[in-house]
């Protein structure tokens, strides 16, 4: 199959800048919440002056207005060159990657319906219990008042992991095993920019190994539930329903490949979001104050509101990428009206549109009274996230058992300082009082 230029050859020094600060190694120290902050002024200025960017193939929006409609204008601003090609040569083909064809419709209808109404209920009931068992884990390991907690090994990472194995039915024999196969798909996937062929060579050994391993439990699977297995997770309802969409029913290499697609997009979003929420908030005492509260008063609500206003401060996708399939317009009839040609790579600055002060009013107060349907962690659209139900879920819980830890806070010096594998947290130690709030 043919596919158009990688992306990371058309990028301008612009979109190289962003692309490094997306995957530096650095923790958020005080050097990197000024570099964030001028990441921020960059947006501004560009939202300001240039809001609609456009140079030779390449074209940069920053208002709100303009990143909602190249979202939704799928038909015109497509993910193909974005995603596709990366997905071939790992973990096959997912709608990710595809333009609203009848066979995205299929298999999206397909993902869709293996997820029940009860599922949230469920996911929330497992998270509760995960990070209650992390949290006593800690404290049992924990020598003196002082409870040492890494919130990468023991719950951002690993949530998603045991997720994996509860709700979507993996069995998961090796947890460190199955965190690599997913950061390494994951960073090629989605963060590799630049083309780095370490990371490119990481992920297709990954591949190499986890499709084979999810092959043999596809395999397995499907004996068991035609030996009459009544078990009920997404793997399980995948292989119920594989024939109810369309004349020929999914085979097991579609199993595997929207399977794997999945469960990569659910790891690391999961680390990276919830760990930079968590340091965010930390990073404000008066904030993070007001959040202990609510937390210890049982409003989950007000929490959920701390935890995604604190995201977008430093979300898991300050841009999205499209390409733009056929010439065309952005905000026509306006002073900022922009033409885009064929080709161009769209950066779509889904983290400057939630600083745009036309839709968030005091765009740089940290505020808890934004309307959720606001925000763009998320992306919006046709692709808009999958899993963003759970993690409406996940993420609060996570955040409102943290916040009810007695004196939470970072170890003074470089121990507190959160550690990455490339764009991804990896440590990030926490401490806390060791008796119960
Ligand atoms: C906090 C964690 C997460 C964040 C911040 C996040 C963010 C996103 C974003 C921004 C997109 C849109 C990408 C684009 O338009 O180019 C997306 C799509 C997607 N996400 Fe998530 N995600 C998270 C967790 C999850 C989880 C837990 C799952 C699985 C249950 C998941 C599965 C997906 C899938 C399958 C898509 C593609 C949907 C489609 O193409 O129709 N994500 N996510």
């Known amino acids: ?244 969409f369309g004349e020929t029913p999914f085979s097991d290499f579609d199993v595997r490949r929207n399977l794997a697609g999945v469960i990569i997009g659910a790891v690391d979003t999961l680390n990276k979001a919830g760990a930079q929420l968590v340091a965010e908030l930390l990073r404000r005492p008066e904030q993070l104050a007001a959040a202990q509260r609510a937390a210890r008063a049982d409003d989950l609500d007000l929490v959920s509101r701390y935890a995604f206003e604190a995201l977008r401060y430093d979300p898991l996708n300050p841009i999205l990428l499209r390409v733009c399939r056929r010439d065309t317009f952005l905000a026509p009839g306006t002073p900022r009206e922009a033409s885009i040609a064929a080709g161009t790579t769209v950066c779509v600055a889904t983290q400057s549109a939630m600083f745009d002060p036309e839709r968030f009013e005091r765009p740089e107060e940290f505020r808890v009274d934004r309307p959720y349907e606001s925000y763009l962690l998320f992306g919006d659209g046709q692709h808009r996230c999958f899993g963003e139900a759970f993690n409406r879920v996940i993420l609060p819980e996570l955040l409102l058992a943290l916040l009810r830890l007695p004196q939470l806070r970072r170890p003074r010096g470089r121990r507190g300082m959160m550690t990455f594998e490339g764009p991804f947290p990896d440590r990030f130690l926490l401490e806390f009082e060791h008796a119960l709030s």
């Not at 570099?35 to 921020?40: M, S």
């Open 1 to 244: 199959m043919h596919l158009p230029r990688p992306i990371s050859e058309q990028l301008s020094p612009l979109f190289q800048g962003i692309a490094q600060r997306t995957s530096g190694h650095l923790d958020r120290d005080p050097g990197q919440a000024v570099q964030r902050v001028v990441i921020r002024q960059a947006f501004a200025y560009l939202r300001r002056h240039y809001p609609i960017l456009v140079l030779p193939r390449f074209a940069v929006v920053t208002r709100y207005d303009d990143v909602k409609d190249v979202l939704a204008r799928d038909e015109d601003f497509g993910v193909t060159e974005v995603y596709a090609e990366r997905m071939e040569r790992t973990s096959g083909p997912f709608i990710l990657g595809m333009e609203r064809t009848a066979r995205y419709e299929r298999e999206a209808a397909w993902l869709r319906g293996a997820v029940h109404d009860d599922d949230v209920a469920r996911v929330r009931h497992l998270t509760r219990g995960y990070v209650a068992d992390a949290l006593e884990a800690a404290r049992r390991a924990s020598r003196g008042d002082v409870v040492e907690l890494d919130l990468v090994a023991r719950l951002t990472r690993r949530i998603p992991v045991l997720l994996i194995r509860d709700y979507f039915g993996v069995p998961v024999a090796d947890e460190a095993q199955m965190m690599r196969w997913m950061r390494a798909t994951f960073w090629e996937l989605f963060l590799n920019l630049t083309n780095d062929r370490g990371v490119r060579r990481a992920a297709e050994e990954a591949a190499a190994e986890l499709n084979p391993y999810l092959e043999q439990v596809i395999a397995a699977r499907a004996q068991e539930l035609a030996d009459g297995d009544d078990r009920d997770d997404f793997l399980s309802r995948l292989i119920r329903t594989r024939a109810s």
